[in-house]
């Protein structure tokens, strides 16, 4: 019985270490979930206003711009998948993987090569893993995104795009990150980054409305040229402040779960523990009361 009451306490003890640490984790993603939040709200109203002004300057200028024309035979697709550096964040990555996972089957059904490019450590150990190959991977501060990763994820992206499939280029670009609903929902989303979909263009007139004029100066091609690589690093910057909103919300929750399920066993360990010292009181008694009446019936 003394060994196995010294199991239990060994047991309240590492479950009450456990709930210190992941009640810290849950206290640190609570108070980063804010400031993460207000960059998603700063950060998606220009993204939309680029994308709109973007497919404005394609749809009413009548050129055709090597980033926005799509080719007549897609022979081969990139996905960049944006996962998390770190762990104890519960389906975090693993979501957006699974959303990634089911788009390359689908591009492959359409005859498409896919070739990936990876955001964070985990997508990364998850090809290394399986012995899969990415053209090029980022790791680190994917819960604090900055804006020079962007820049750089979005330099790499343009340049595949504008080259030949033939030198290793890409004709198509999807992003898969996880977006930032609320506290409690994260959901992976799919985006076609290239060529450019007119999904967010400009709205159609009402009864009474007529279309607005554009004029383009010096011409439209300057004006997609300066304007397109913005549009890429808003995209790609507002897909990681999401993902980052998103991990730190599911960090909080699963460091949250984690902490009850540790008051859960303290709990339990703790009536086990009381049961295996009543248990050994009572034969310490029984050990006693038995060597009494022994005693007294030698007498």
């Not at 893993?129 to 020079?148: I, K, L, M, N, Y």
């Amino acid at each position: 019985m003394g060994a196995q009451l010294r199991v239990y306490r060994q047991k309240i003890k590492s479950a009450q270490t456990t709930k210190k640490i992941t009640r810290a984790m849950e206290l640190i993603s609570a108070s980063r979930i804010q400031k993460a939040q207000q960059r998603v709200a700063a950060s998606t109203p220009y993204a939309r206003a680029v994308t709109r002004a973007v497919s404005a300057v394609a749809a009413y200028s009548n050129v055709e711009h090597v980033l926005t024309t799509e080719k007549e035979n897609v022979e081969r697709a990139a996905v960049v998948i944006f996962a998390s550096d770190r762990g104890l964040a519960g389906a975090f990555s693993s979501s957006a993987l699974k959303e990634a996972e089911e788009l390359a089957t689908l591009l492959r059904s359409q005859g498409k090569d896919v070739v990936y490019y990876l955001v964070g450590r985990k997508a990364v150990a998850y090809f290394s893993f399986r012995r899969r190959e990415s053209v090029r991977t980022w790791t680190g501060g994917t819960d604090q995104p900055v804006f020079a990763t962007a820049q750089e994820i979005g330099e790499e992206l343009v340049g595949a795009f504008v080259r030949d499939t033939a030198d290793g280029g890409v004709d198509e670009i999807h992003i898969v990150y996880n977006r930032f609903v609320s506290m409690v929902t994260q959901t992976p989303e799919v985006v076609r980054l290239l060529p450019l979909e007119f999904v967010e263009g400009v709205e159609q007139p009402g009864q009474h409305e007529m279309l607005p004029l554009y004029e383009f100066e010096p011409d439209p091609d300057a004006v997609l040229d300066a304007l397109l690589p913005v549009y890429i690093e808003s995209r790609i910057y507002n897909a990681m402040l999401q993902s980052a909103a998103s991990e730190h919300a599911a960090r909080q929750r699963a460091m949250k779960s984690a902490s009850d399920n540790a008051d859960t066993l303290v709990r339990t360990y703790t009536r086990l523990a009381n049961n295996a010292r009543q248990s050994e009181i009572t034969q310490q008694i029984s050990e006693i009361v038995g060597g009494a009446d022994a005693l007294s019936s030698t007498k």
